[in-house]
């Protein structure tokens, strides 16, 4: 029962499809009378397997290859704050002064003792030629003088502490005092980097150090600037990070429009050389998650459902949907649909 009741729902199947099958229409025949899609006019390129490298990207943040954080080596209030945030300065020139009354007042003290030393060791010199003083009264004279150039040094150095100078040309980056703030010898009042001399700092993880040597150029790529320049690697940190199992590496960039410190930027390290079919991107159609390309095929376009990978620069890396030895559309005068005619130029 159950078997005959099978056969007659397969029959009562058939029979729907073939009445559905009937009342479609057949297809256009040339010349009945159906509009034909225009010939459009592309340009095409053989698809073909080039051999690249595989590369791995590291992040990174752009630093300054001179870079200087000013602290006073002696205690004082501030007198005058002479630099902002972002100013230009030139090696030499006065950043900071501090208050020096008291060590001048010690310099002049030191400059009386020096000069009352002197006159004291040349009377004792004139004597001691006379031979009329003994030779411990002559060398007690001498060490004076020497403790008192000591002394008069000291002093001299101590005031030109309180004249902090800017040690290279380059651009003031932070400012942590002011006027009326006590400065003390370890805290940072001024910050300076140079601009022109960049290099792009990264943590290089210890699969990936291998790959990396001393003199070695890379590609960086700065997004914010827009930029991908060649560096030179020109420090590798023999010693691992033991929380991030890393090592930081330092790449030399070369001068640079809109290069700047603390962007950020991707260091490329190449693994191994691979074999890969890439096309310009602008072959490639983007629609919703689907990605689509066109092959010329018997004069006509093929709609291609495609899976891509990396980007290099102008072109991509198609994984899927291309073959070597097809002609892909690589440009059309207008938009294509799956089985236009198609005239390649």
């Known amino acids: 029962m ?32 159906t509009t034909e899609l225009p010939v ?11 051999r690249r490298w595989a590369t791995e990207e ?16 002696v205690s004082g209030r501030i007198e005058e704050m002479r630099v902002v945030p972002g100013q230009l300065v030139r090696a030499g020139e006065l950043l900071v002064r501090l208050e020096d009354r008291e060590i001048r007042a010690r310099l002049e003290q030191a400059r009386a003792l020096h000069e009352q030393a002197e006159r004291d060791f040349r009377r004792r010199e ?3 030629r006379e031979q009329t003083i003994s030779r411990a009264e002559y060398d007690a004279a001498e060490a004076q003088l020497r403790v008192a150039v000591a002394a008069l040094q000291e002093a001299e150095t101590q005031l030109a502490h309180t004249r902090i100078v ?22 940072p009042l001024v910050e300076i980097e140079d601009p022109r001399a960049l290099r792009l700092e990264a943590d290089v993880p210890e699969a990936l150090l291998e ?18 320049l060649e560096g030179t690697v020109s420090e590798i940190t023999p010693v691992a990070d033991p929380r991030t199992r890393t090592f930081p590496v330092k790449v030399d960039l070369p001068p640079q429009p809109g290069l700047r410190s603390g962007l950020f930027g991707r260091l490329v390290i190449p693994v191994a050389e691979v074999e890969a079919i890439r096309v310009p991107a602008r072959a490639v159609l983007v629609r919703g998650q689907m990605e689509l390309a066109y092959v010329v095929r018997g004069e006509r376009a093929e709609l291609r459902l495609v899976k891509t990978g990396k980007r290099l620069a102008e072109e991509v890396e198609v994984v899927s949907g291309l073959a ?6 690589v440009e059309a005068d207008q938009p294509l649909r799956d089985g236009q005619p198609v005239r390649v130029k």
Do not use: M, N, Y
């Open 2 to 33: 159950e078997r005959t009741t099978s056969t007659r729902r397969l029959l009562l199947l058939f029979a729907l499809v073939g009445a559905w099958v009937g009342c479609e229409k057949p297809p256009a025949a040339p010349g009945d009378g």
């Open 40 to 50: 459009v006019e592309v340009r095409t390129q053989r698809v073909e397997r080039q």
């Open 58 to 73: 590291v992040v990174g943040t752009v630093r300054p290859r001179l870079r200087a954080v000013l602290e006073a080596k």
């Open 126 to 128: 004139t004597l001691w």
């Open 166 to 187: 800017a040690p290279f040309d380059g651009r003031i980056t932070a400012k942590h005092a002011d006027v009326g703030d006590l400065a003390v010898p370890g805290r």
């Open 211 to 228: 790959k990396v040597q001393l003199g070695q150029r890379l590609e960086v790529r700065i997004p914010a600037a827009q930029v991908t």
């Open 324 to 329: 070597p030895g097809e002609v892909l559309v």
